[in-house]
């Protein structure tokens, strides 16, 4: 069975710190965090891909730290110095195990999606 499950969103201040932790059932190449508000399209925020090789959206870029574990099920990302422009339902999901060529950075290569989770940030 084919799930993810997200965990760690919340309320906090701006400035400060949450941990989302997404547990997934299966292997794949592409593992990222998605983030969406609404009236608007879901929004890259990190990936990794199987090699450990990491990306960033420009606007997390040094203040979010996408990680997984060794066996590749279990996702987290680290958010310090968070901004209320940070505020949003955010997304784990990864790609289909054995597609060819997978782009990390390309949203129409993702197949699984969590049930999301909610971070918001006051200032």
């Known amino acids: 069975q084919v799930q993810l499950m997200e965990s760690g969103g919340g309320s906090v201040q701006a400035g400060g710190s949450l941990r989302l932790s997404c547990a997934a059932t299966h292997n794949s190449f592409c593992m990222g965090w998605f983030r969406q508000v609404p009236g608007k399209e879901r929004e890259g925020v990190a990936n990794?891909?199987?090699?450990?090789?990491?990306s960033y959206a420009e606007a997390v870029k040094g203040r979010f730290t996408i990680a997984k574990d060794n066996a590749g099920n279990t996702l987290t990302l680290q958010m310090n110095n968070l901004k209320p422009e940070d505020t949003a339902m955010y997304y784990c999901?990864?790609?289909?195990?054995?597609?060819?060529?997978?782009?990390?950075?390309?949203?129409?290569?993702?197949?699984?999606w969590g049930q999301g989770t909610q971070v918001t940030v006051s200032s």
């Open positions: 999901a990864t790609d289909d195990w054995g597609i060819p060529n997978p782009k990390c950075d390309n949203v129409a290569d993702y197949a699984y």
């Open positions: 990794i891909d199987s090699r450990g090789r990491t």
